[in-house]
Nanobody, 123 residues
Framework: QVELVESGGGSVQRGGSLRLSCAAS????????MAWFRQAPGKEREGVAA???????SYADSVKGRFIISRDNTKNIVYLEMLSLQPEDTAMYYC?????????????????WGQGTQVTVSS
């Protein structure tokens, strides 16, 4: 049974930093693409960052240069380092995993999702 558990969310001021973690279990983590998505109230879920099994990465334009995705395949954990946070980054952040993902920031490519962790950035 695949399980993804996010942690690390919280409230910060503009310009602050947070590191999200997603612990995966129940499958062979290293063969899957891992990604972070976010959803703000009233908005669609959007892809933030993804790191595939071959190390390839994708980032949303809005977070390039500020967010870094990494994964530790020995611990089955994927991280999202978020720097220089802005109020528009406020959202629920979800971890997701999928196999043979063609479009890494497309939520429909992912089969399994965590419950989410809230990130709030105040001005």
């Amino acid at each position: 049974q695949v399980e993804l558990v996010e942690s690390g969310g919280g409230s910060v001021q503009r310009g602050g930093s947070l590191r999200l973690s997603c612990a995966a279990s129940g499958y062979t983590h290293k063969n899957y693409c891992m990604a972070w998505f976010r959803q703000a109230p009233g908005k669609e879920r959007e892809g933030v960052a993804a790191k595939d099994s071959d190390g390839s990465t994708s980032y949303a334009d809005s977070v390039k240069g500020r967010f870094i995705i990494s994964r530790d395949n020995t611990k089955n954990i994927v991280y999202l380092e978020m720097l220089s946070l802005q109020p528009e980054d406020t959202a629920m952040y979800y971890c997701a995993t999928g196999y043979l993902v063609a479009s890494r920031l497309d939520p429909y490519e992912y089969n399994f999702w965590g419950q989410g962790t809230q990130v709030t950035v105040s001005s």
